[in-house]
């Protein structure tokens, strides 16, 4: 089922609600996420997922850096100060 474009990736692939903190550390803003994305980040909060996915998933990282290249909202902003750090 389509809820639209992840936001960290820009896919449209089987696109789903991700708590942007997990629902379990009380966050309660939700975004779309791929399910790859959303897989991969699992509970981990924003900047911890990012970081660990430069290191670790260079195939993801770059499509998120490509997609939110530019932009201006919170995620966005996340991952332009990862990619510089
Ligand atoms: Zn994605």
């Known amino acids: ?16 609600k991700d708590h942007v903190i997990a629902r379990s550390k009380g966050g309660r803003k939700t975004v779309s996420a791929c399910a790859a994305c959303n897989q991969s980040k699992g509970d981990k909060p924003p900047m911890v997922w ?19 290249y530019g932009r201006k909202n919170p995620i966005a902003k996340k991952v332009q100060k990862v990619r510089d750090e």
């Open 1 to 16: 089922m389509g809820r639209g474009v992840c936001k960290y990736c820009g896919s449209t692939w089987k696109t789903e």
């Open 50 to 68: 990012l970081r660990w996915l430069k290191k670790n998933d260079s195939y993801r990282w770059n499509r998120i850096v490509q997609y939110n």
